[in-house]
């Protein structure tokens, strides 16, 4: 929220060059006062306070326009009215999609007709994964002091937008109105299950390729069984086996060591809103 004209208020897709290009933006001397910048706007007060007083935003503008090129969310409003409502419910707005988000960067199935991802969950007490179709044992764990087993999930080929048989889960794409608002075109997903319904405590992790083709064994993403060790531009480390999706991964300690804003989780880089 920063002093951009208050008919410049816009909602996405932001035209930055627009904004950038508008008379008020412009850096220039004000005639009233030579030694300072013209204002981008005053806006008196609804309490006939000190009126709102901005000059021309271009830095924060352009940083906004940066952080959209990199992948992040960008809300760009004014302060430059008496009330702020608006700007604040499209704020909110943002904030409730980021929180609630299920829109996945734009994955690329391999030759087997999977993606990049891995659904693991967490049994309630006295389960086993072995009694539950489509589920293997990747781990154990606690919860309440009781200890419980943790499956990886069984991922349903897609061919051609046909589902292979069996018990597992996919992706398809989620074509609803309230999607289609959430998410950008081609990004809208929702988890389908089929045979046993997934548990309560489930998690799902996905990973992206750098290479251009899920199949490239040189590639991030790639199916263990052709080696892993390589090095790919821009990671610091060489590509090591993540045993849950059993693919090859960017390894890391910190999310700092990890590119396109993916965070670091149990020792590889992630996409976070899954």
């Not at 430059?80 to 609630?100: G, H, Q, S, Y």
């Not at 897609?158 to 018990?167: C, I, R, Y």
């Not at 046993?196 to 083709?213: H, K, M, R, V």
């Amino acid at each position: 929220m920063t002093g951009i004209p208050e008919g410049l208020s816009p909602a996405p897709p932001i035209d930055y060059a627009a904004i950038l290009e508008h008379e008020q933006m412009q850096e220039r001397p004000d005639p009233e006062s030579p030694s300072r910048l013209a204002r981008s706007c005053v806006t008196p007060t609804a309490d006939g306070g000190a009126p709102i007083v901005a000059y021309p935003p271009r830095r924060l503008v352009r940083a906004g326009q940066l952080l959209e090129e990199a992948g992040a969310r960008v809300v760009l409003q004014s302060l430059c009215r008496d009330d702020l409502t608006e700007a604040f419910d499209a704020i909110l707005r943002e904030l409730a999609m980021v929180l609630a988000d299920d829109c996945l960067p734009r994955l690329s199935r391999n030759a087997a007709g999977r993606l990049p991802c891995a659904l693991t969950e967490v049994m309630t007490p006295g389960r086993r994964c072995e009694e539950v179709p489509g589920r293997e044992l990747v781990n154990r764990t606690f919860v309440a002091g009781e200890e419980v087993e943790v499956c990886r999930v069984a991922q349903l080929a897609v061919h051609d937008g046909v589902v292979a048989p069996g018990e597992g889960w996919f992706f398809e794409h989620d074509d609803s109105a309230e999607a289609s608002g959430r998410c950008p075109p081609g990004r809208t997903h929702r988890i389908t299950s089929r045979g046993p319904p997934l548990a309560e405590d489930y998690e799902i992790a996905c990973w992206w390729s750098t290479s251009g083709s899920a199949d490239d064994p040189l590639g991030v993403g790639s199916s263990c069984a052709t080696g892993c060790g390589q090095r790919v531009e821009g990671h610091q480390n060489p590509l090591a086996c993540e045993p849950a999706s059993r693919t090859c991964q960017p390894p890391c300690e910190r999310s700092s060591e990890c590119l396109g804003g993916y965070t670091c989780f149990a020792g590889f880089c992630v996409n976070p809103t899954c």
